[in-house]
T-cell receptor, first 114, second 112 residues
Framework: NAGVMQNPRHLVRRRGQEARLRCSPMKGHSHVYWYRQLPEEGLKFMVYLQKENIIDESGMPKERFSAEFPKEGPSILRIQQVVRGDSAAYFC????????????FGPGTRLTVL | DQQVKQNSPSLSVQEGRISILNCDYTNSMFDYFLWYKKYPAEGPTFLISISSIKDKNEDGRFTVFLNKSAKHLSLHIVPSQPGDSAVYFCAASAPGTYKYIFGTGTRLKVLA
């Protein structure tokens, strides 16, 4: 019974490149959430998706960031033209339902922008 | 505007003693609270939760207390074990929402 899978675990990009982070939710979970953790801070909500739908992206920066959760395949968090301030740990979580359910977190992707 | 605050960045406790981690919140609409534990290079792991209709929830060595009037919750770990050494995050959500608002974490170190 695999947990939430994220890959890659570590990603290094140069300024201006694109970063793609993948998340496969737990089996049976149709709700996916992305959080970002900057150094010495807590996790900050970015976006909530269900299959083929973005439900809430209120935590996403207005530019360069996008997310999807296609009918088939993992959820993808995409960051275009990365800058040094994007360096952080990005965590994906999934739950079987949305409200008042424990969200199960993946191991995270640590993005480093040179 | 930090709606969930963990004012102690770190805590050291002797093995076998009680660890008490505190969390304060400002949004009176929050009705569901959770504690997560996080080891380095891993994702947060769910520990225990509490709904606002309760003031206490217990699971083995872990107990969460909620004081709604003070907008304060605490996690008690007793007895503390070296394997409990980790960063602990409290999180909260409001009715009808799914977003967790996380505190900044408290690093617990249990000394053998």
């Amino acid at each position: 019974n695999a947990g939430v899978m994220q890959n890659p675990r570590h990603l290094v990009r140069r300024r201006g490149q694109e970063a793609r982070l993948r998340c496969s939710p737990m089996k049976g979970h149709s709700h996916v959430y992305w959080y970002r953790q900057l150094p010495e801070e807590g996790l900050k909500f970015m976006v909530y998706l269900q299959k083929e739908n973005i439900i809430d992206e209120s935590g996403m920066p207005k530019e360069r960031f996008s997310a999807e959760f296609p009918k088939e395949g993992p959820s993808i968090l995409r960051i275009q033209q990365v800058v040094r301030g994007d360096s952080a740990a990005y965590f994906c979580a999934s739950s079987p339902r949305d409200i008042h359910n424990e969200q199960f977190f993946g191991p995270g992707t640590r993005l480093t922008v040179l | 505007d930090q709606q969930v605050k963990q004012n102690s960045p770190s805590l050291s406790v002797q093995e076998g003693r009680i660890s008490i981690l505190n969390c304060d919140y400002t949004n009176s609409m929050f009705d569901y609270f959770l504690w997560y534990k996080k080891y380095p290079a891993e994702g947060p792991t769910f520990l225990i939760s509490i709904s606002s209709i309760k003031d206490k929830n217990e699971d083995g060595r872990f107990t969460v207390f909620l004081n709604k009037s003070a907008k304060h919750l605490s996690l008690h770990i007793v007895p503390s074990q070296p394997g409990d050494s980790a960063v602990y995050f409290c999180a909260a959500s409001a009715p009808g929402t799914y977003k967790y608002i996380f505190g900044t974490g408290t690093r617990l170190k249990v000394l053998a």
